[in-house]
């Protein structure tokens, strides 16, 4: 009797180690896909950046610094690894591209150009599913490192090797108020 009343013990406890282990994974697996929504957003931005530029240069070709600069922070997005990293070259892009449509502002002409209107609507679309994604990306993050945090799961997944996700954090700019002038 008393060896099935262990057995039944250890039954039980390896159903809440598996029903523990399996949450982790799963938890795990939805940061893994939340992280590969902003970056399929932040890809979506960077392939239309080279075309929103040449319709800007054929207005504007005497702004060559302007154009530098957003190709500069394009690449460095691409090339950036990992939630810090790349939500600084994030930040750097958005001031070039900042950069860019103010200059485009300067040409009226520009701005009725059916082309560059559509790119400006696209470009503002993704800006919203990119500021979308990174919110449901550090709300998974969020569910995720408290279920790691959690007693008995921090033993679970201190064994199995768990570590808490990293959150895309916004700069320390992009945190100030934003001055607005008349």
Do not use: C
């Not at 979308?132 to 550090?138: D, G, I, L, T």
């Amino acid at each position: 009797m008393l060896i099935f009343i262990l057995l039944g013990i250890f039954v039980l406890a390896l159903i809440f180690l598996i029903s523990i282990y399996n949450s982790l994974v799963s938890l795990s697996v939805k940061v893994k896909e939340a992280w590969s929504q902003i970056d399929i957003q932040l890809k979506r931005r960077t392939d239309l950046i080279p075309n929103l530029v040449e319709t800007v240069k054929g207005y504007a070709s005497h702004e060559k610094g302007v154009f530098e600069a957003v190709a500069h922070a394009r690449a460095s997005l691409m090339s950036a690894k990992g939630p810090k990293e790349i939500g600084e070259a994030d930040q750097l892009l958005g001031g070039a591209l900042k950069s860019l449509l103010a200059v485009a502002e300067a040409y009226p002409e520009l701005k009725a150009q059916a082309s560059f209107g559509e790119l400006q609507k696209e470009l503002s679309d993704t800006e919203d599913k990119v500021s979308y994604s990174r919110q449901f990306y550090n709300s998974v993050v969020r569910q995720y490192n408290e279920k790691v945090a959690i007693f008995p799961n921090s033993i679970i997944a201190n064994m199995f090797k768990f570590q808490p996700a990293e959150y895309f954090e916004a700069s320390e700019a992009d945190k100030e108020p934003v001055k607005v002038e008349f």
